[in-house]
């Protein structure tokens, strides 16, 4: 089993720039968490789709952020313009149904210059 | 969003000593959750204790859970230096996790 797999694992970019993260849930996983961590601010949840469908993204921060999830394998988190602020390590996580344990993927470390 | 509080923030101990960290929630919940994060990975999850559960163990791990006072605590016994990690609560409320700040622990050789 490959697990909760995210790409890229670090991305450096300069304030201004479009990025673009991308989850692969594990098979058969239908709800998928994207969350953000930071050291002021923990680990906060961003979105959360059950099903392929956006269910709460009040956690969102902003319009700049948007994320889709085009099918069941696949998520993408987007921030469009990066800014400095928005440096952190964004996790996608994905659950079996109702089950209790969320699978964390490796996360994507993204600075903004 | 950050629903949870640990303390401590940080311990270090020997190894082979029992490492004992709490958390503190403010909503009530269905289950209350603990996860381990190693350096520069994805969290893990280790154990998930109840609203109608007192205790519980998994291995070197024991969780016990007080909803009256709303905290949490998890005992890690003889601990290892593969234990040296950061470990979080998290709440389950409806559908989603909120996590504590964490507990940095180092087990030191």
Redesign the interface.
């Known amino acids: 089993d490959a697990g909760?797999i995210q790409s890229p694992r670090h991305e450096v970019t300069e304030m201004g720039q479009e990025v673009t993260l991308r989850c692969k849930p594990i098979s058969g996983h239908n709800?998928l968490?994207w969350y953000r961590q930071t050291m002021m601010?923990?680990?906060?949840?961003l979105i959360?789709f059950?099903n392929n469908v956006p269910?709460?993204d009040s956690?969102m921060p902003e319009d700049r952020f948007s994320a889709k999830m085009p099918n069941a394998s696949f998520s993408t988190l987007k921030i469009q313009p990066s800014e400095p602020r928005d440096s952190a390590v964004y996790?996608c996580?994905s659950r079996l149904g109702l089950r209790?344990?969320?699978?964390?993927?490796?996360?994507t470390r993204l600075l903004v210059l | 969003?950050?629903q949870g509080e640990e303390d401590p923030q940080a311990l270090s101990i020997q190894e082979g000593e029992n490492a004992t960290m709490n958390c503190s929630y403010k909503t009530s919940i269905n289950?209350l959750?603990w996860?381990r994060q190693n350096s520069g990975?994805?969290?893990?999850?280790l154990i998930?204790i109840r609203s109608n559960e007192r205790e519980k163990h998994s291995g070197r791990l024991r969780v016990t859970l007080d909803t009256s006072k709303k905290s949490s605590s998890l005992l890690i016994t003889a601990s290892r230096a593969a234990d040296t990690a950061s470990y979080?609560c998290a709440q389950?409320g409806d559908?989603?996790?909120?996590?504590?700040?964490?507990t940095t622990v180092t087990v030191r050789a």
């Open positions: 909760v709800s968490f601010r923990g680990l906060e949840l959360y059950n269910i709460d956690g996790f996580a209790e344990t969320q699978y964390f993927g490796p996360g | 969003s950050q289950n959750q996860y990975r994805g969290l893990v999850h998930l979080f389950r559908y989603k996790l909120s996590f504590g700040a964490g």
